[in-house]
């Protein structure tokens, strides 16, 4: 309510101390407000291409046990890496709330979902049915034989990997990294 007189008084003197009318000025500012948006909009855009750092992000779910940990800082985030993206992996990450909001809400954020598999663990088949009826493009990686997985997941394009050979695991999920989310 203060606002109201404050810019009445405002609205009725120009620059140069002179009075006019109301609704000249509020069509001019209007017309000023709107420039600044539109060049702020650019220089933003413009910002965005020019900031350092990768803003895309691959959302990883997968076993978490120590086993797999090269499996993610070799092959996967070096694979996401050189697609210009980075990895968000929720057991890594700090918040507070639901766990599993917070899972559903990093698949929504993410351009695409690198899956592992191994061992058919109960939450990433979970973590891949939201995303993929989110629509999100959903890469497969496995170091257990496929016929041990569940038989509606057998089937799906999945890179097979060996433990200890995650190096041959990175160049072969950034052909299909690029291939998904181009």
């Known amino acids: 309510m203060f606002l109201k007189p404050l810019f009445a008084v405002v609205a009725s003197v120009d620059v140069n101390g002179s009075v006019i009318e109301g609704g000249t000025l509020m069509r001019s500012l209007r017309k000023t407000r709107g420039a ?4 702020d909009h650019k220089q933003s855009k413009t910002r965005n291409r020019l900031s350092s750092g990768p803003k895309r992000k691959i959302f990883v779910v997968m076993p978490f046990s120590p086993e797999y940990e090269d499996v993610y800082h070799v092959a996967i985030a070096g694979a996401a890496e050189a697609i210009g993206a980075v990895c968000d992996r ?14 559903r809400s990093r698949i929504r954020m993410s351009i695409a979902v690198i899956a592992d598999l191994s061992e058919a663990k109960p939450n990433v088949l979970y973590e891949i049915g939201f995303a993929q009826a989110l629509g999100r493009p959903t890469v497969h990686i ?3 034989p496929l016929s041990e ?3 509606d997941v057998r089937n799906w394009n999945t890179l097979e990997y060996a433990k200890g050979q995650t190096h041959k695991l990175r160049d072969n999920l950034v052909k299909r990294l690029e ?4």
Request: hydrophobic residues 40%; proline residues 4%; contains cysteine.
């Open 142 to 144: 496995c170091s257990t």
């Open 36 to 39: 600044k948006r539109t060049n």
């Open 90 to 103: 929720v057991d890594l990450a700090e918040f507070n709330g639901d766990i599993v909001k917070e899972i």
């Open 179 to 182: 291939a998904v989310t181009s």
């Open 149 to 151: 997985l569940p038989f």
